[in-house]
């Protein structure tokens, strides 16, 4: 509705009264409706209503108590202000109400009240706005004076409000706009004025006490401000003092200020790490970032996250060995007899680590490449590597990377993130608080790969002699000097790491090792130690070495010797148990209750109230000390695990036990496990057939043997494999059918219907046990033609021979890898010939003189080789001669 046209509203109106503030002509307000008699107004006239006319409604404000509104009318207001009721919202919750958006148009008197129910409806006299009014021009001129003052103040007033609000810029436009004395209701309107105010301008019917009345509020709301303004400026002043003051405070603190303790502890670490950061040997570089944060963190307030998260920064910089580190001590004599003592067997590894330290005593600064030990779990790779700390003087650290698939793991989070850390290496250097340890990066070959990134590519960099003096960790954001560290790695299988990787890296394989290594092992290191472990001493427990024979053997089935150490820890806990009850019956024997107090006083007691009692009581203490036999090792550790496969013990089981007691050494032990009449009757048994051989696999736990097994059937050429067999294993297969048809007549061998030609309406199957295990390579191709050979030709494969070698389309044999550990697992198996290819020979040196000897190895550069010896008697071939003298 334009301001400043005439008005003409209806002479009857029905009122609504509000309870909710005053409702002035030229303004709008939202006015709530839950009173019956309003209620029915909204329904009747707003909702139900069409006209323009229907929606005009006379508002009068309700000055009666609200909580006193009951059905009969109150005393109505004398003068009210009709309004146009722009929108009706009707809502049920939390009570049925409406909720009204009216705008009001112009003052009217009652004149006469119409009804009161069920809604009052008056008949009114419409005040101001009428045609007659505003056609007044000389209204104006008038209140000239007055009307000029009252547009100043108003003016005045906008203007000290925020300008750059849109609703203050439109109501300033709207002072010049609308005309003058629409301008009290509005601005009344808009100004801070109680109800009571508000009233006293919808009374002032003419416009001059319209403007009496207003000017007061507009002076009013205007000293209001200024005050306000006065009192902001204020506040920003101090605010701003209060911040410069701080940093000075925190530097020169007085002590005794009445401060915040806690606070004053803070100010203090901050001035330590200050000094710490000045005092540290940090690079240049480094300094200027840590300078540069610790002046961010005095200005930071210290609940701002940020501020946690700068001062464990800072605390991690100054921490960090920048220029520390240990004196090499390169005696290289004292390190190989460190590595002596420490380890028994493994000597190209230590042959190898010797070198290398070696060279760093006459080149201190040696870029050479990282050592990298690959071999099968428990072989002691990473106590090697401990050992080369030791003999160098140097901390030890050891970075378990199985894994880890997200390079921040390897090259920290940016410090943008929440909870950010450096990586490991920066980890640790900071936990060995040196910078030039031996970090051993264990499991490389187990590395993970994900969205997170690679984990290898940020190695590659740390690995990198000519890249790592400048290692820069994501957290850090300033280089780390990190070519003083020595890195080993260690790894089950190359065949994981990646390429780049293992570039960095000499590899060193670590075989496995023969029973009678694990055995030393176990006497000179794992039982000593775990005797130390549990408090025991040899008079308490003796193992004889049968005994740790008889464990290898058939208790566990490793390369390594991790678990034989673990059943020595589960022999030396029982055995504990039963020491700590001897003490006890032999000290206190009438009593049946033991006390906790008694165990404890008992176990410290000297070693000679361990005496053995003579009396052959069951319930005396069992006689020091206590020699684990087959019969303890089977109360502790269970019924044997691997007993069909473990022929050698199996067989000599009697001839131990007529000479348990006597063994002493372990070559004592070995010449008599060594003689076995029946050594392979197990094994025979599988073979008792044609069409079965076994051969030697390589697996990242050491080796195994593995058997073959082939049958033909009527069918259409047809060749099935099963074992889980990865794709070189499938063509070993294929090359070897295709090998042994192209050879058939040579060596007669015929199908199940007499044909030369094997896979004549004939199916072969091949198959490799376990058959869960997933199997893959090329040194099964000589194991499977043997296996075929033998189908074929009906005859038996010798019980005694295990094989392995790569075969080739034309009957020659390719070297394998692994040799050493294959040949241990057939020494295991007691098998005593051993097919190698002829190029692997030089792998043999690496075994063990005494499992050479009880060995027979044949070497083969071609299949005809290979064959021979697997067939006793040798594998007969049909020679030309022979067949043109058939001929004659
Ligand atoms: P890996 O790192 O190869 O998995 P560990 O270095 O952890 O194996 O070795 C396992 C345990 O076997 C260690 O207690 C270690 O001392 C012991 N061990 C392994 N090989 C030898 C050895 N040749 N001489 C002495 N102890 C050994």
């Keep these: ?417 929440v909870g950010s850390m450096p990586g490991r290496i920066i980890n640790g250097l900071k936990t060995v608080g040196v910078n030039n340890p031996v970090f051993l990066l264990d499991e490389v070959d187990k590395l993970g790969k994900s969205l997170q990134g690679d984990p290898a590519a940020a190695l590659l960099e740390v690995l990198d002699p000519e890249q790592n003096h400048s290692f820069t960790d994501h957290y850090l954001n300033v280089a780390f000097d990190l070519s003083q560290v020595l890195f080993i790695a260690t790894a089950n299988t190359t065949s994981t790491i990646p390429p780049a990787l293992l570039d960095r890296m000499e590899v060193i394989q670590v075989p496995g090792y023969t029973q009678e290594e694990k055995i030393e092992i176990a006497h000179r290191h794992l039982i000593p130690k775990q005797l130390e472990q549990h408090g025991l001493t040899p008079q308490q427990i003796q193992i004889p070495q049968v005994t740790t024979l008889d464990i290898i053997t058939r208790y566990t089935r490793e390369a390594g010797v991790r678990s034989l150490d673990r059943k020595f820890g589960a022999i030396c806990r029982a055995v504990a148990v039963k020491v700590a009850e001897g003490h006890h019956k032999e000290t206190k024997p009438d009593r049946s209750e033991v006390t906790e107090e008694d165990c404890r006083e008992h176990v410290a007691e000297d070693a000679k109230t361990e005496s053995i009692s003579d009396a052959p009581d069951l319930a005396l203490p069992p006689e020091m000390p206590i020699l684990i036999d087959f019969h303890a090792l089977k109360d502790i550790l269970g019924p044997p695990m691997y007993e069909m496969e473990e022929l050698r013990v199996f067989n000599l089981k009697g ?89 058939a007549k040579k060596y007669q061998l015929t199908n199940a219907s007499g044909s030369f030609d094997l896979l004549d309406n004939t199916d072969i199957h091949l198959h490799f046990p376990a058959g869960a295990v997933t199997k893959d390579g090329p040194s099964a191709g000589v194991t499977i033609v043997t296996c075929l050979a033998s189908l074929f030709s009906g005859r038996l494969v010798r019980s005694d021979v295990a094989m392995t070698g790569e075969i080739t389309l034309r009957g020659l044999v390719l070297p394998v890898g692994g040799i050493k550990d294959k040949v241990l697992a057939a020494h295991r198996a007691g098998l005593k010939r051993i097919i190698i290819p002829q190029r692997n020979e030089k792998d043999l040196e690496e075994i063990a003189m005494n499992v050479r000897q009880d060995l027979n190895f044949v070497t083969a550069s071609c299949l005809d080789e290979v064959l021979n010896a697997a067939f006793d008697g040798g594998f007969s071939v049909k020679t030309g001669l022979e067949h043109l003298n058939s001929k004659l």
């Design 655 to 743: 001839k131990y036990f007529a000479d348990r007691k006597g063994f002493n050494t372990s070559h004592r032990v070995l010449k008599d496990i060594d003689t076995p009449q029946k050594d392979h009757e197990l094994v025979s048994e599988r073979l008792n057939q044609p069409g079965v051989a076994i051969g030697l696999a390589w697996t990242p736990l050491g080796g195994e043997i593995m058997f073959v097994e082939a049958s033909q059937m009527d069918g259409e050429g047809q060749l099935t494999l099963t074992g889980q067999l990865g794709d070189v294993m499938k063509e070993s297969a294929h090359l070897a059918i295709s090998w042994l048809r192209s050879n």
């Design 1 to 417: 509705m334009a301001s400043g046209s005439a008005i003409q509203i209806p002479s009857r109106l029905p009122l609504l009264l509000t309870h909710e503030g005053v409702l002035l002509p030229g303004s709008t307000m939202r006015s709530s409706v839950d009173s019956p008699r309003n209620m029915q107004l909204v329904r009747s006239r707003l909702l139900k209503g069409t006209s323009l006319k229907s929606t005009i409604i006379g508002v009068i404000p309700n000055t009666s108590d609200p909580a006193s509104d009951c059905d009969e009318l109150p005393s109505l207001h004398r003068i009210g202000t009709a309004a146009l009721a722009v929108q009706v919202v009707g809502s049920n919750w939390p009570k049925p109400h409406y909720t009204l958006l009216i705008t009001g148009l112009c003052r009217f008197q009652i004149l006469q009240l119409l009804k009161e129910k069920p809604y009052p409806v008056a008949e009114v006299e419409q005040l101001d706005r009428l045609e007659q009014f505003t056609n007044q021009t000389k209204s104006e001129e008038e209140l000239g004076e007055l009307s000029e003052q009252f547009y100043k103040y108003a003016v005045q007033l906008v203007e000290m409000l925020d300008m750059s609000v849109p609703a203050v810029a439109k109501l300033r436009r709207l002072l010049d706009n609308l005309p003058r004395e629409a301008l009290p209701d509005v601005l009344t309107s808009i100004i801070r004025t109680s109800n009571q105010e508000k009233l006293q301008i919808l009374d002032a019917v003419s416009l001059e006490e319209r403007f009496k009345k207003t000017i007061p509020l507009l002076v009013r709301q205007i000293e209001g401000l200024k005050l306000l303004q006065k009192t902001r400026k204020r506040k920003q002043d101090d605010d701003k003092r209060v911040v410069a003051i701080r940093p000075i405070r925190r530097i020169n603190h007085v002590p005794g200020t009445a401060e915040d303790e806690e606070e004053d502890e803070d100010h203090d670490d901050i001035v330590m790490l200050e000094k710490k950061i000045k005092t540290s040997s940090m690079p240049e570089q480094a300094l200027k970032v840590c300078v540069k944060e610790i002046k961010r963190l005095k200005k930071m307030p210290q609940s701002m996250p940020e501020y946690a998260l700068t001062r464990n920064y800072l605390e991690l910089m100054v921490e960090l060995p920048w220029n520390k580190s240990t004196k090499d001590r390169l005696d290289i004599r004292a390190a190989r007899i460190l590595l002596d003592n420490d380890h028994y067997a493994m000597e190209k590894l230590k042959k190898r680590v010797l070198e290398y330290l070696a060279v760093r005593q006459l080149k201190n600064n040696l870029k050479g490449p990282i050592l990298c030990f690959v071999g099968p779990p428990g072989v002691g790779k990473t106590s090697v590597g401990r050992s080369v700390a030791k003999t160098l003087g140097r901390e030890f650290h050891r970075i378990a990377l199985g894994g880890v698939c997200d390079q921040s793991d390897i090259r920290g989070h940016r410090r943008t993130y």
